[in-house]
Protein backbone atom coordinates (compact mmCIF):
# COMPACT_ATOMS: atom_id res chain seq x y z
CA UNK A 1 0.00 0.00 0.00
CA UNK A 2 2.52 2.51 0.68
CA UNK A 3 4.92 1.10 -1.54
CA UNK A 4 2.74 1.99 -4.38
CA UNK A 5 1.48 5.53 -3.31
CA UNK A 6 4.93 6.55 -2.94
CA UNK A 7 5.76 5.05 -6.57
CA UNK A 8 2.44 7.33 -7.48
CA UNK A 9 3.83 10.60 -5.92
CA UNK A 10 7.27 10.29 -7.85
CA UNK A 11 5.36 9.47 -11.21
CA UNK A 12 3.06 12.74 -10.44
CA UNK A 13 5.76 14.88 -9.61
CA UNK A 14 8.10 13.76 -12.52
CA UNK A 15 5.19 14.29 -14.66
CA UNK A 16 4.51 18.05 -12.97
CA UNK A 17 8.01 19.13 -13.55
CA UNK A 18 8.37 18.16 -17.44
CA UNK A 19 5.08 19.84 -17.49
CA UNK A 20 6.84 22.92 -15.87
CA UNK A 21 10.00 22.70 -17.50
CA UNK A 22 8.01 22.63 -20.84
CA UNK A 23 6.19 25.43 -20.30
CA UNK A 24 9.90 27.85 -19.17
CA UNK A 25 11.01 26.41 -22.15
CA UNK A 26 8.34 27.72 -24.47
CA UNK A 27 8.09 31.07 -22.34
CA UNK A 28 12.05 31.47 -22.88
CA UNK A 29 12.11 31.96 -26.48
CA UNK A 30 14.14 35.35 -26.47
CA UNK A 31 14.26 37.69 -30.20
CA UNK A 32 17.53 36.67 -31.79
CA UNK A 33 20.39 39.15 -31.25
CA UNK A 34 20.93 42.11 -33.25
CA UNK A 35 24.45 42.13 -34.56
CA UNK A 36 26.80 45.23 -34.07
CA UNK A 37 27.24 48.86 -33.01
CA UNK A 38 23.88 50.07 -32.28
CA UNK A 39 23.42 54.13 -31.49
CA UNK A 40 20.47 55.38 -29.59
CA UNK A 41 19.02 58.57 -31.23
CA UNK A 42 16.17 60.61 -29.62
CA UNK A 43 14.36 57.89 -28.67
CA UNK A 44 15.17 55.22 -31.71
CA UNK A 45 18.08 52.76 -31.50
CA UNK A 46 19.71 52.72 -34.92
CA UNK A 47 21.49 49.53 -35.32
CA UNK A 48 23.99 48.30 -37.50
CA UNK A 49 22.70 47.37 -41.70
CA UNK A 50 23.84 45.91 -44.56
CA UNK A 51 25.01 48.74 -46.92
CA UNK A 52 23.65 49.21 -50.10
CA UNK A 53 25.17 47.07 -52.54
CA UNK A 54 24.79 46.35 -56.27
CA UNK A 55 26.41 43.01 -58.03
CA UNK A 56 25.51 40.74 -60.75
CA UNK A 57 24.10 37.38 -60.27
CA UNK A 58 24.39 33.80 -62.51
CA UNK A 59 21.61 34.67 -64.60
CA UNK A 60 23.72 38.56 -65.77
CA UNK A 61 20.66 39.72 -63.20
CA UNK A 62 21.27 43.00 -60.97
CA UNK A 63 21.59 41.87 -57.66
CA UNK A 64 20.51 44.91 -55.32
CA UNK A 65 19.06 45.62 -51.66
CA UNK A 66 15.98 45.55 -53.45
CA UNK A 67 16.16 42.33 -54.51
CA UNK A 68 16.01 41.10 -50.04
CA UNK A 69 13.31 43.50 -50.07
CA UNK A 70 11.21 42.19 -47.23
CA UNK A 71 13.38 38.75 -47.57
CA UNK A 72 15.20 37.08 -44.64
CA UNK A 73 18.45 35.71 -46.56
CA UNK A 74 21.60 34.21 -45.57
CA UNK A 75 24.79 35.55 -46.75
CA UNK A 76 28.50 33.93 -47.64
CA UNK A 77 31.47 33.88 -49.23
CA UNK A 78 32.77 31.76 -51.08
CA UNK A 79 35.23 31.42 -54.77
CA UNK A 80 34.05 28.43 -57.32
CA UNK A 81 38.27 26.82 -57.19
CA UNK A 82 38.53 26.77 -53.91
CA UNK A 83 39.46 23.14 -52.32
CA UNK A 84 39.34 23.95 -48.95
CA UNK A 85 36.38 24.94 -46.81
CA UNK A 86 34.30 26.20 -49.57
CA UNK A 87 32.98 22.99 -50.64
CA UNK A 88 32.32 21.67 -46.99
CA UNK A 89 29.49 24.92 -47.19
CA UNK A 90 28.29 24.83 -50.45
CA UNK A 91 27.37 21.53 -49.11
CA UNK A 92 26.22 23.06 -45.72
CA UNK A 93 23.87 25.45 -47.90
CA UNK A 94 22.92 23.15 -50.07
CA UNK A 95 21.38 21.97 -46.85
CA UNK A 96 19.92 25.73 -45.78
CA UNK A 97 18.65 25.54 -49.67
CA UNK A 98 16.64 22.29 -49.37
CA UNK A 99 14.68 23.42 -46.53
CA UNK A 100 13.95 26.68 -47.39
CA UNK A 101 13.00 25.93 -50.93
CA UNK A 102 9.35 26.53 -50.76
CA UNK A 103 9.30 29.73 -48.03
CA UNK A 104 8.69 32.79 -50.70
CA UNK A 105 10.42 35.25 -48.39
CA UNK A 106 13.69 33.26 -47.50
CA UNK A 107 17.00 34.05 -49.96
CA UNK A 108 20.33 32.95 -50.24
CA UNK A 109 23.21 35.15 -51.53
CA UNK A 110 26.54 33.65 -52.34
CA UNK A 111 29.32 36.39 -53.08
CA UNK A 112 32.28 35.20 -55.02
CA UNK A 113 35.67 36.66 -53.90
CA UNK A 114 37.70 35.85 -56.64
CA UNK A 115 34.82 37.75 -59.01
CA UNK A 116 37.75 37.94 -61.78
CA UNK A 117 37.69 34.42 -62.25
CA UNK A 118 34.60 33.83 -61.24
CA UNK A 119 32.39 35.05 -64.41
CA UNK A 120 28.99 35.10 -64.67
CA UNK A 121 29.35 32.31 -67.00
CA UNK A 122 31.34 30.24 -64.60
CA UNK A 123 28.93 31.15 -61.48
CA UNK A 124 26.15 29.95 -64.01
CA UNK A 125 27.91 26.75 -64.27
CA UNK A 126 28.51 26.26 -60.34
CA UNK A 127 24.91 26.82 -59.49
CA UNK A 128 23.33 24.87 -62.45
CA UNK A 129 25.70 21.74 -61.69
CA UNK A 130 24.46 21.97 -57.83
CA UNK A 131 21.20 21.64 -58.69
CA UNK A 132 19.73 24.78 -57.38
CA UNK A 133 17.48 27.54 -58.82
CA UNK A 134 18.85 31.30 -58.98
CA UNK A 135 15.75 33.26 -58.10
CA UNK A 136 16.24 31.17 -55.05
CA UNK A 137 20.21 31.29 -54.51
CA UNK A 138 21.84 34.13 -55.88
CA UNK A 139 25.76 33.59 -56.93
CA UNK A 140 26.98 37.07 -57.50
CA UNK A 141 30.38 38.46 -58.94
CA UNK A 142 30.82 42.27 -59.01
CA UNK A 143 33.76 44.19 -58.23
CA UNK A 144 36.64 42.76 -56.03
CA UNK A 145 37.01 46.08 -54.09
CA UNK A 146 33.52 46.06 -53.23
CA UNK A 147 32.61 42.62 -52.58
CA UNK A 148 35.87 42.90 -49.66
CA UNK A 149 34.40 45.86 -48.75
CA UNK A 150 30.99 44.40 -48.02
CA UNK A 151 31.99 41.68 -46.72
CA UNK A 152 34.36 43.20 -44.05
CA UNK A 153 32.19 46.18 -43.27
CA UNK A 154 28.78 44.84 -43.49
CA UNK A 155 28.98 41.49 -42.69
CA UNK A 156 31.59 41.09 -40.36
CA UNK A 157 33.17 38.29 -42.27
CA UNK A 158 36.91 38.11 -43.15
CA UNK A 159 37.57 37.99 -47.01
CA UNK A 160 40.98 39.15 -48.72
CA UNK A 161 43.78 38.11 -51.09
CA UNK A 162 46.26 36.08 -49.74
CA UNK A 163 49.43 34.52 -51.68
CA UNK A 164 50.63 32.50 -49.13
CA UNK A 165 47.20 30.48 -48.92
CA UNK A 166 47.01 27.25 -51.17
CA UNK A 167 44.15 29.07 -52.96
CA UNK A 168 45.10 32.50 -52.76
CA UNK A 169 42.47 33.84 -50.14
CA UNK A 170 41.76 33.74 -46.75
CA UNK A 171 37.95 34.17 -45.65
CA UNK A 172 35.83 33.14 -43.06
CA UNK A 173 33.35 30.16 -43.46
CA UNK A 174 30.55 32.07 -41.64
CA UNK A 175 27.00 31.91 -42.73
CA UNK A 176 25.48 35.40 -41.71
CA UNK A 177 21.49 35.38 -41.11
CA UNK A 178 20.19 38.76 -42.29
CA UNK A 179 16.47 39.87 -41.16
CA UNK A 180 13.72 41.95 -43.39
CA UNK A 181 15.29 45.23 -42.18
CA UNK A 182 18.70 44.66 -42.90
CA UNK A 183 20.37 43.67 -39.80
CA UNK A 184 22.36 40.63 -38.87
CA UNK A 185 20.76 38.21 -36.54
CA UNK A 186 23.43 34.77 -36.58
CA UNK A 187 26.59 34.41 -37.47
CA UNK A 188 27.44 30.14 -37.96
CA UNK A 189 29.89 28.27 -38.95
CA UNK A 190 29.31 27.14 -42.49
CA UNK A 191 31.90 24.34 -41.76
CA UNK A 192 30.00 22.80 -39.24
CA UNK A 193 26.64 20.66 -39.55
CA UNK A 194 25.67 21.39 -35.70
CA UNK A 195 26.15 25.21 -36.14
CA UNK A 196 23.74 24.73 -39.25
CA UNK A 197 21.64 22.85 -37.71
CA UNK A 198 21.12 25.73 -35.65
CA UNK A 199 20.60 28.23 -38.61
CA UNK A 200 17.94 26.18 -39.82
CA UNK A 201 16.10 26.32 -36.31
CA UNK A 202 16.90 30.06 -36.29
CA UNK A 203 15.38 30.72 -40.12
CA UNK A 204 11.92 29.85 -38.39
CA UNK A 205 12.41 31.49 -35.45
CA UNK A 206 13.13 34.70 -37.27
CA UNK A 207 10.33 34.03 -39.27
CA UNK A 208 7.89 34.12 -36.37
CA UNK A 209 9.00 37.50 -35.40
CA UNK A 210 7.06 38.86 -39.00
CA UNK A 211 4.27 36.69 -38.05
CA UNK A 212 3.20 38.68 -35.30
CA UNK B 1 7.91 -1.65 12.93
CA UNK B 2 7.14 -3.86 9.14
CA UNK B 3 4.98 -0.57 7.25
CA UNK B 4 8.66 1.31 8.18
CA UNK B 5 10.37 -1.59 6.65
CA UNK B 6 8.43 -1.39 3.30
CA UNK B 7 8.71 2.08 3.28
CA UNK B 8 12.25 1.79 3.04
CA UNK B 9 12.23 -1.06 0.64
CA UNK B 10 10.07 1.29 -1.06
CA UNK B 11 12.49 4.46 -0.94
CA UNK B 12 15.45 2.10 -1.88
CA UNK B 13 13.47 1.04 -4.87
CA UNK B 14 13.09 4.35 -6.03
CA UNK B 15 16.08 5.09 -5.74
CA UNK B 16 17.56 2.56 -8.00
CA UNK B 17 15.30 3.74 -10.98
CA UNK B 18 17.57 6.31 -12.11
CA UNK B 19 20.89 3.98 -11.64
CA UNK B 20 18.98 1.29 -13.51
CA UNK B 21 17.87 3.49 -16.36
CA UNK B 22 21.82 5.03 -16.80
CA UNK B 23 22.66 1.35 -17.29
CA UNK B 24 20.36 0.50 -19.96
CA UNK B 25 21.07 3.83 -21.72
CA UNK B 26 24.96 2.84 -21.09
CA UNK B 27 24.17 -0.84 -22.37
CA UNK B 28 22.14 1.12 -25.40
CA UNK B 29 25.23 3.10 -26.34
CA UNK B 30 27.52 0.26 -25.96
CA UNK B 31 25.44 -2.11 -28.19
CA UNK B 32 24.92 1.16 -30.99
CA UNK B 33 28.87 1.09 -30.47
CA UNK B 34 29.48 -2.63 -31.49
CA UNK B 35 26.85 -2.37 -34.68
CA UNK B 36 28.58 0.56 -35.79
CA UNK B 37 29.34 -0.54 -38.94
CA UNK B 38 32.95 0.39 -40.55
CA UNK B 39 33.09 1.03 -44.71
CA UNK B 40 36.45 -0.74 -44.57
CA UNK B 41 36.13 -3.53 -46.68
CA UNK B 42 40.16 -4.29 -46.66
CA UNK B 43 40.37 -7.85 -45.86
CA UNK B 44 41.49 -8.92 -42.37
CA UNK B 45 43.79 -11.24 -43.93
CA UNK B 46 45.62 -8.72 -45.67
CA UNK B 47 49.39 -7.64 -44.74
CA UNK B 48 49.79 -5.58 -42.06
CA UNK B 49 52.03 -2.92 -44.46
CA UNK B 50 48.42 -2.68 -46.18
CA UNK B 51 46.33 -2.19 -43.10
CA UNK B 52 48.97 0.91 -42.36
CA UNK B 53 48.30 1.81 -45.86
CA UNK B 54 44.73 1.91 -45.51
CA UNK B 55 44.65 3.80 -41.93
CA UNK B 56 47.00 6.66 -43.48
CA UNK B 57 44.80 6.79 -46.58
CA UNK B 58 42.01 7.51 -44.76
CA UNK B 59 43.92 10.09 -43.24
CA UNK B 60 44.74 11.78 -46.30
CA UNK B 61 41.91 11.34 -47.60
CA UNK B 62 39.95 13.54 -45.33
CA UNK B 63 42.85 15.88 -44.94
CA UNK B 64 43.05 16.39 -49.41
CA UNK B 65 39.98 14.72 -50.99
CA UNK B 66 36.92 14.55 -48.60
CA UNK B 67 35.98 18.30 -49.11
CA UNK B 68 34.87 17.99 -52.43
CA UNK B 69 33.91 14.15 -52.79
CA UNK B 70 32.56 14.26 -49.04
CA UNK B 71 33.82 12.22 -46.37
CA UNK B 72 31.14 9.22 -47.64
CA UNK B 73 32.25 9.17 -51.23
CA UNK B 74 29.10 10.77 -52.83
CA UNK B 75 30.75 14.16 -54.49
CA UNK B 76 28.29 17.17 -54.96
CA UNK B 77 25.82 17.33 -57.03
CA UNK B 78 27.15 17.51 -60.56
CA UNK B 79 30.28 19.57 -59.39
CA UNK B 80 32.14 16.86 -57.88
CA UNK B 81 32.24 13.55 -58.81
CA UNK B 82 31.61 10.72 -56.64
CA UNK B 83 34.09 8.36 -56.02
CA UNK B 84 31.77 5.82 -53.87
CA UNK B 85 29.31 4.47 -56.56
CA UNK B 86 31.67 5.01 -59.49
CA UNK B 87 31.95 3.46 -62.85
CA UNK B 88 35.04 6.07 -63.56
CA UNK B 89 36.93 4.86 -60.34
CA UNK B 90 35.94 1.06 -60.92
CA UNK B 91 37.71 1.06 -64.25
CA UNK B 92 40.63 3.91 -64.72
CA UNK B 93 42.48 2.67 -61.64
CA UNK B 94 46.01 4.07 -63.62
CA UNK B 95 43.78 7.75 -64.61
CA UNK B 96 42.55 7.98 -60.94
CA UNK B 97 46.50 7.67 -59.71
CA UNK B 98 47.61 10.21 -62.03
CA UNK B 99 44.63 12.06 -61.70
CA UNK B 100 45.51 12.50 -57.82
CA UNK B 101 48.93 14.09 -58.42
CA UNK B 102 48.03 15.65 -61.79
CA UNK B 103 44.62 16.88 -61.85
CA UNK B 104 42.15 16.58 -64.39
CA UNK B 105 39.96 19.07 -66.64
CA UNK B 106 37.46 18.76 -69.37
CA UNK B 107 34.57 16.57 -69.72
CA UNK B 108 34.42 13.38 -67.51
CA UNK B 109 31.56 10.93 -67.81
CA UNK B 110 30.34 9.46 -64.08
CA UNK B 111 27.72 7.04 -64.08
CA UNK B 112 26.09 8.35 -67.25
CA UNK B 113 26.38 12.27 -65.54
CA UNK B 114 28.75 15.10 -67.08
CA UNK B 115 30.82 16.49 -65.09
CA UNK B 116 33.37 19.72 -66.24
CA UNK B 117 35.16 21.01 -63.55
CA UNK B 118 38.83 21.31 -63.42
CA UNK B 119 40.55 19.32 -60.48
CA UNK B 120 44.19 20.42 -59.65
CA UNK B 121 46.39 17.91 -58.82
CA UNK B 122 47.96 18.02 -55.62
CA UNK B 123 51.81 17.93 -56.33
CA UNK B 124 53.17 17.30 -52.78
CA UNK B 125 51.56 13.82 -52.84
CA UNK B 126 54.76 11.48 -52.45
CA UNK B 127 54.25 8.11 -54.64
CA UNK B 128 53.66 6.34 -51.47
CA UNK B 129 50.66 8.98 -50.32
CA UNK B 130 49.68 8.08 -53.85
CA UNK B 131 49.42 4.42 -52.70
CA UNK B 132 47.74 4.62 -49.49
CA UNK B 133 44.83 6.75 -50.74
CA UNK B 134 44.38 4.52 -53.17
CA UNK B 135 44.39 1.56 -50.78
CA UNK B 136 41.70 3.64 -49.11
CA UNK B 137 39.89 4.85 -51.75
CA UNK B 138 39.76 1.09 -53.33
CA UNK B 139 38.65 -0.56 -50.16
CA UNK B 140 35.37 1.62 -49.45
CA UNK B 141 32.61 2.24 -50.05
CA UNK B 142 31.56 -0.85 -51.49
CA UNK B 143 35.11 -1.41 -53.33
CA UNK B 144 37.47 -4.58 -52.57
CA UNK B 145 40.80 -4.14 -54.34
CA UNK B 146 43.26 -5.16 -51.65
CA UNK B 147 45.91 -5.21 -52.55
CA UNK B 148 47.64 -2.00 -53.70
CA UNK B 149 51.45 -2.15 -54.15
CA UNK B 150 53.97 0.97 -54.35
CA UNK B 151 56.13 -0.18 -56.63
CA UNK B 152 53.31 -0.56 -59.12
CA UNK B 153 51.69 2.71 -58.08
CA UNK B 154 55.07 4.21 -58.59
CA UNK B 155 55.33 2.22 -61.87
CA UNK B 156 51.85 4.11 -63.24
CA UNK B 157 52.78 7.56 -61.93
CA UNK B 158 56.17 7.24 -64.43
CA UNK B 159 53.90 6.69 -66.92
CA UNK B 160 51.31 9.18 -66.38
CA UNK B 161 50.78 11.48 -69.64
CA UNK B 162 49.25 14.77 -67.86
CA UNK B 163 50.44 18.25 -67.12
CA UNK B 164 49.63 19.45 -63.47
CA UNK B 165 46.54 21.49 -63.38
CA UNK B 166 47.40 24.44 -61.20
CA UNK B 167 43.66 25.83 -61.46
Redesign the interface.
Known sequence: M??SN??KL?MLLMVASALLLSSCAEKKEAPLPIFGEKEVEGGDTIYHTIADFKFVDQDSAVVTNDTFKDKIYVADFFF??C??????M??QM?RVYDSIQNEPDVLLLSHSIDPE?DTVGLLH??A????VKSNKWHFVTGSKEDIYKIAQTSYFATAMEDKAEPDGFIHSGAFLLIDKNKRIRGKYDGTKEEDVNRLLVEIQRLKKEYAK | MRSKLNAESAKMKVKYIPVAFGFLLFAFGFQHCLNKKSDSNISPASSVKQQQYYVHGEQLYIKHCSNCHQKNGTGLGLLYPPLAKSDYVDKNFESVICLMRYGVEGELIVNGKNFNKAMPGISSLSNLEIAEIATYVYNTWGHQRDSIELKDVSRILGNCKQTPITK
Open positions: VNVVVTSRTICPIKTLYDYERLG
